[in-house]
Nanobody
């Protein structure tokens, strides 16, 4: 079992940057794929980025490609989401997620992820 705690959200102007962190507890972090989803008011939760257990494979939603970067530090049991060139449409609650496994198969399906954090709010003003 893995517990996830996000931090780093906040209010930023359009064009600005934020870095989200997700601290994981549990000894199986290094065997888990990790990811970020987001949910805006009145919308479904959507995939943002995912990273394989060894950190080599990464996937991004088209809407954030080239602006967001996911990374992980297995020694610190932490996954990050660097968000640059933020837009008002990036406003949402961002959730860290993970599940045992070494690939990103089924990455966009929330039911394929086992562990979820409580979420952190990101608000981008225009």
């Amino acid at each position: 079992q893995v517990q996830l705690v996000e931090s780093g959200g906040g209010l930023v102007q359009a064009g600005g940057s934020l870095r989200l962190s997700c601290a994981a507890s549990g000894r199986s972090f290094g065997n888990c794929r990790m990811g970020w989803f987001r949910q805006a008011p009145g919308k479904e939760r959507e995939f943002v980025a995912g990273i394989t257990a060894n950190g080599v494979g990464r996937l991004y939603a088209d809407s954030v490609k080239g602006r967001f970067t996911i990374s992980r530090d297995n020694a610190r049991n932490t996954v990050y989401l660097q968000m640059n060139s933020l837009k008002p449409e990036d406003t949402a609650v961002y959730y860290c997620t993970g599940s045992p496994g070494y690939t990103l198969a089924g990455y966009s399906n929330t039911e394929r992820w086992d562990y979820w954090g409580q979420g952190t709010q990101v608000t981008v003003s225009s």
